[in-house]
C-alpha cells in the first residue's frame, strides 16, 4: 500500500496515512511540510524509484555523447542550446530514459559523455533504481547538471558520488566501452542505416531478454565521428529504430517500448562477446 508521510519539522516527529493512488511502477510520495508556527501545511510530491520487476525485460542502459556539451565551469542555464552545446539535447534524453508518469524508472540507466571543453572530457551517471533529487522537469534536471560541473572532473577509472544516484568521472566512451562489457552488458550502436532491432514480423513477446542488461549508445544532433564509429563497431551490432533519423529522446522511447513489451530483438552477435559484428 502506498501511505502519506506528514513530517513535523523541526521535531523528530512522523505520521503516516493510507493514500488511496497505489501506482505499481514508480510511487509518487507526497510530504507534507508542516510549519510549526502557523501549523500551515504543504505538499510536496517525490518520486520513488519503480520496481524493475514491474516494469519490462532486461535492464536498460544509456549512453549519449554531447559532442559540444559544456563539461566544467559554469553551465547557461538560459542558453542550453546555444553556450550550453545543445546540453538541451542530452537533458531530454535523461528526462525519456528515467521518468516515468509518476516515478522514475528502476531499470534505467543513462550516462552523459560530455566532450565539448573547456575541461577534459566527463561522464555524468544517472543511475535509476538509486537517483533522489532529480524531478521530471527539464529545466531542474539541466541545474543538477550544472551543479556537478562545478567539481572538478575525476580521473579516468574513479567513479564519485555527487548525491545519492548521480555519479560523475572522466572518459569518454571507450571507457564506458569498457566497463559496460566488464559487466557482460550487451552493447548495441543505434543508426538508422542498420538493420532493425527488433525480429521483423514477429511482435510475440520473447523471453531471451529476461534478465539480459542492454547497453544503447546515441548521439546528440551531430552523428558520431569516425573515430567513435571505428570504437564501438569492433565490439557491438549497430541496429536500427526505423528509417527515418530520429531524435536521441525519442530513440530511448522506443527502445523502452520494445523492452517494456518483450518484443524479441535480433542483435546477431553479442557484443559481449568481443566479436566485431558485421
Known sequence: MAWLLARCPPWPCARTYPLSQFLPVGLAMIRLEVNPNT?????????IAADPDLLGMGERRFA?????AVNDGTLPLNDL??????????????????????????????????????????????????????????RAIAGQIAKVLREPTPPIGR?????????????????????WRREEVTLVRLDADAPPLWVDGDSSPGGDEMGTKFGFF???????????????????PVRSLGAQWIQGHSAIAVV???????????????????????
Open 159 to 179: 567513479l564519485e558520488e555527487v548525491w545519492t544516484g548521480l555519479w560523475h568521472s572522466g572518459g569518454d566512451i571507450s571507457t564506458t566501452i569498457a566497463e
Open 256 to 278: 523502452h517500448h520494445l523492452l517494456d513489451n518483450g518484443l524479441p530483438l535480433d542483435l546477431g552477435e553479442r557484443a559481449s562477446s568481443g566479436e566485431p559484428a558485421r
Open 39 to 47: 501549523s500551515e501545511s504543504r505538499p510536496r510530491r517525490e518520486f
Open 64 to 68: 549519449i555523447i554531447g559532442h559540444r
Open 81 to 138: 542550446a546555444g553556450a550550453g552545446g545543445r546540453m538541451d539535447v542530452l537533458v531530454r534524453a535523461i528526462n525519456t530514459a528515467l521518468f516515468l508518469s509518476h516515478g522514475i524508472r528502476g531499470d534505467s540507466d543513462i550516462t552523459l559523455h560530455l566532450m565539448g571543453g573547456p575541461g577534459p572530457p566527463r561522464r555524468i551517471w544517472f543511475e535509476g533504481s538509486r537517483l533522489e533529487g532529480v524531478h521530471a522537469d527539464e
Open 218 to 236: 546515441l548521439s546528440d544532433d551531430r552523428s558520431f565521428t569516425t573515430e567513435e564509429i571505428d570504437v564501438m563497431d569492433a565490439v557491438m
